[in-house]
């Protein structure tokens, strides 16, 4: 992957240099039985996913590479974002903080009817860290060097791709990415749980 100039940036409009919001998304290793997120031809949200299939804090299991989709009218959809992929300590990428950078590459598509005022749904969302013991820390979020972008407010029938750096302690071994504004309606369930372990 090719990063981006220095610059020390923040994924939320109005946030400080010091870096206080970021969003990314993480990889998934196993599939999901069922439920997968999305939306129908008609744009309505699936149903929630069975309990069977969610994590014990109640999210889906996301999967690189699958894209999430919202406002879908035949095969035009107002908004389809997938993960592509994610890398732990990426060359030439530096987040403020102690823990180790997972860098997360989605791409965005829009479609011609996008909703006024519609951000990246993966950088204008709740990111957190979960270890081994089940510990969340919420704390995952902040600013970069030498890499990542932002996608500002997104306009009708445009491609962008996006790396967003996250600051993960080397100890968590699970991203969940929690939508919120325009997010909400890509998946059914509360969040995605994306695995950063390496395929068994």
């Known amino acids: 992957m090719v990063f981006g100039g ?18 990314t998304t993480v990889t998934v290793t196993a599939p999901v039985a069922g439920g997968t997120a999305g939306t129908g031809s008609s744009g309505t949200v699936e149903a929630m996913p069975a309990a069977e299939d969610l994590t014990p804090r109640g999210n ?6 699958e894209p ?7 095969g035009v959809c107002d908004l389809t974002v997938t993960v592509t992929g994610i890398e732990v300590n990426p060359p030439n990428c530096d987040v403020y903080g102690d823990g180790q950078v ?3 590459h ?9 909703p ?3 951000w990246d749904p993966m950088g204008t969302s709740s990111w957190m860290a979960v270890d081994e013991q089940g510990t969340v820390n919420s704390k995952i979020t902040g600013g970069w060097v030498g890499c990542g972008d932002n996608a500002d407010e997104l306009m009708p029938n445009s491609t962008y791709h996006v790396t ?3 600051n993960v302690p080397a100890t968590h071994n699970t991203l969940i990415w929690r939508p919120i504004n325009s997010g909400k ?5 509360r969040g995605l749980e994306f695995s950063l372990s390496p395929s068994q």
Do not use: R, W, Y
């Not at 220095?6 to 919001?21: E, F």
């Open 102 to 104: 997972v860098a997360v």
């Open 106 to 114: 989605h791409t965005i598509v829009t479609g011609p009817n996008l």
């Open 68 to 74: 999430l989709t919202s406002g879908c009218d035949g």
């Open 60 to 65: 889906a299991i996301g999967k690189v590479g």
């Open 6 to 23: 220095v610059a020390v940036s923040c994924l939320l409009a109005g946030c400080s240099d010091s870096g206080s919001d970021q969003v």
């Open 164 to 166: 967003t750096p996250l």
């Open 116 to 118: 006024a005022q519609v």
């Open 185 to 189: 309606d890509l998946i059914a369930a």
